[in-house]
């Protein structure tokens, strides 16, 4: 017996560090994981521990002959990795911790954001005995877009949050919920109390089309119906009109397949996960039962990855549809997939819609139609969404890469939703320099630069998406932010750091005056427990609190 990773990989690499053998790749160290979807067990070297299998905080690896009908494909997925990157004695062994002279006395450091990016940064910090962390987030509740972004039906993807407990819940760790930096306290008062500070934001804005209609009722971001289906409660209050028999999602990523996922999923299925509940009695009363998903580019080209592919075409009731024309690779592309020097995903994604392409559909099922090859150019409707039209496009080799030309062949489809899914983008946070073209903070490393001088801003540094991008999944956070750790322990070992001028007591201080609404660490135990003793008596893994002030009146109830 040999164990197996599946679809809920969180690429933190939480598993590499405790397998005994090194038989999980690739490891932060090797090229291949700035890239990989996900991590593979080899078999061959595999010795049956089961070490990893506690480790794992999403609880995606499983016993090979354990493994469910829909996790099968696994088993190829894994051992084509290694067909492609064997097993050798020059692969690179894993780097072992630092340690901070100990004459050097406290390290403070202040984390705005509660993501993974923020956790996975506690984490390594804390791991220091001479380390302070401060945590700051505007909202009441942490771990951003694992509670708030990861689809309701992807329960042990959010499982991750139990391992950031360890990082929140931390005796050097101290936790300021429902705290918002440049409104209750300053970037500079930051830096008055802490050596460094740094910006772990995310980026909660999103891109726009720039089609004509975009701002019609029922054209929206699909970055805002993940947050009012997770309960975000700056969009709880929204509403989406879903009485059309069709929806339209532009883009082709992930966040894309869930929102198609939670559009024609069994109510009755996510109603046993922590979805909203407002969302989910507007789920039960939907009309929709098309969603087509559209893609400027080929199969080969799509942005999701694998892993939510396969788990797309095992949902019940619901049948993936493919048009068989837009399968047909252009010679490029051919040549690429063919090519046994590429990375195998891209050869497994075509396939995977290769044979959706060749499945006949079930009368009666509802759909999600995966189009390729289309740009939306218009939204159409009278004051509201009524129909899209879409341009055909091709795909054209220009310096060695392939850009999407239209055609000027359009068709137009009725639908009532449009949901655009092109990507996050960050937001500048106040007092620092901000990329407006990449939507980052600009940073060598995680150091924070000046825009002007190119110089690095003393005690400033940057992590997860406002630093490189919306990019990657949970776990490639854990790196990015070990890489800004690396960087604030060099500047403090070498003295380039600036001496804070207050103590940790002044700034609980300053803070209990400026907002003595915020939260601490026991404030959001009670939250979660109360969100999860209500969950269970409706049978539900969690039901949470949607408003501040019913997150503000639980953190306050005694145990």
Known sequence: MAY??????????????????????????????????????????????????????????????????????????????????????????????????????????????????????????????????????????????????????????????????SAIGHKNTQCYFNVEVGTHITHEELLAHHHAVIYAVGAAGDRTLGIP??????????????????????FADHTFDLSAERAVIIGNGNVALDVARALVMDPDELARTDIAEHALEALRKSNIREVVVVGRRGPAQAAYTNPELLALGSLPGVDVVVDRD???????????????????????????VEGFAQRTATEGNKRIVLRYLASPVEI??????????????????????????????????????????????????AGLPFDERRGVIPNDCGRVIDAETGAPVPGVYTAGWIKRGPSGVIGTNKQCSAETVEKILDDFVEGKLPEPVADREKLAALVAERRPEHID???????????????????????????????????RIES
């Open 326 to 352: 837009e399968v047909e690779l252009d010679p490029v592309s051919r040549a690429l997939i063919d090519d046994p020097q590429v990375e195998p995903r891209l050869a497994l994604k075509v396939r995977q």
């Open 380 to 429: 159409s409707g009278d004051g509201v969404v009524e129909s899209i039209t879409l341009e055909r496009n091709e795909l054209v080799e220009v310096d060695g890469r392939l850009e999407a030309r239209p055609t000027g062949e359009t068709e137009t489809l009725e639908t009532g939703l449009v949901l655009r899914s092109i990507g996050y983008r960050g937001t500048a946070p």
């Open 521 to 555: 660490y026991r404030g959001w135990l009670q939250i979660d427990k109360q969100e999860k003793s209500r969950g269970s008596a409706a049978g539900r893994s969690r039901l949470k609190f949607v408003s501040i002030e019913e997150m503000l009146a639980a953190s």
């Open 213 to 234: 209609g975009e701002d019609l009722v029922g054209s929206r971001a699909a970055t805002e119906f993940v947050a009012w289906y997770n309960g975000h409660p700056d």
């Open 4 to 165: 197996v990773i599946t679809q809920a990989c969180c690429n933190d690499a939480s598993c590499v560090e405790v397998c005994p053998v090194n038989c999980i790749h690739p490891t932060p160290d090797e090229a291949p994981f700035a890239t990989t979807e996900m991590l593979y067990i080899d078999a061959d070297t595999c010795i049956d521990c089961g070490a990893c299998v506690d480790e794992c905080p999403v609880d995606a690896i499983a016993a090979d002959n354990e493994l469910t009908p829909a996790q099968e494909p696994y088993l190829e997925i894994n051992a084509e990795y290694y067909r492609r990157y064997p097993i050798g004695p020059d692969w690179p062994e894993l780097r072992t911790r630092r340690k901070l002279p100990a004459e050097l006395g406290t390290l403070r450091v202040a984390i705005v954001g509660s993501g993974p990016a923020a956790c996975y940064a506690a984490m390594d910090l804390v791991t220091h005995s001479a380390v302070q962390v401060d945590i700051f987030d505007r909202l009441p509740t942490p771990y951003g877009l694992v509670r708030a972004g990861v689809a309701p039906d992807h329960q042990s993807t959010k499982g991750v949050g139990d391992l950031f407990r």
